[in-house]
């Protein structure tokens, strides 16, 4: 447990888990106790990866999504690091009865362009994706056919030439076997 630690700067007793990013401080000299890329279970206080989504040792839930806007916030936090709004569900419910369902369908109208525009970018990236690969299965497709008509060509001159000096050796044959009549 966090609060039976001393901090290793100040020698303090108690480390603080309750920051709004996962992180833990030391209460008295503000000393940061994990490192980059690592938070804290909200239940057990053991350290995880960051991008871990559940504590490697109870198997509690890290993170949670905001209701209100969808970003990925500590479990511990009591508000969002985005929007600010209250991350507990039961107040969530409770400010939802309480703005009404007019004041709710408000909010999410105003929030769509933003949404709609999020997808369009993420659709146009994806297509800008494909065509992307699309363009350098063309260009192979295109190099392998550059190849092949190279290749073709080599083989046509070669049986060209061999045919000429069949021929040839042909008329000469004939031409030895007239001489000697």
Known sequence: MLKELNCPTCGAPGLESHQPDGSVLCKFCGNAYTQSGEIICPRCEAINRESDLFCKQCGEKIKRTCAACAAENWAGAEHC??????????????NRTRE???????????????????????????????????????????????????????????LYVSGAIFVCMILCGAVAISLLR
């Open 81 to 94: 690091s985005a929007c600010g709004r209250d991350l507990d569900v039961i107040s969530n419910m409770a």
């Open 100 to 158: 009404g369902f007019a004041e709710h369908l408000e909010q999410q109208r105003k929030m769509a362009p933003a949404i709609k525009a999020d997808q369009e970018a993420a659709s146009q990236k994806r297509l800008a994706t494909m065509w992307e690969k699309e363009r350098e299965r063309t260009d192979e497709l295109q190099r392998q056919l550059e190849r092949k008509r190279v290749e073709n060509k080599a083989i046509m001159t070669v």
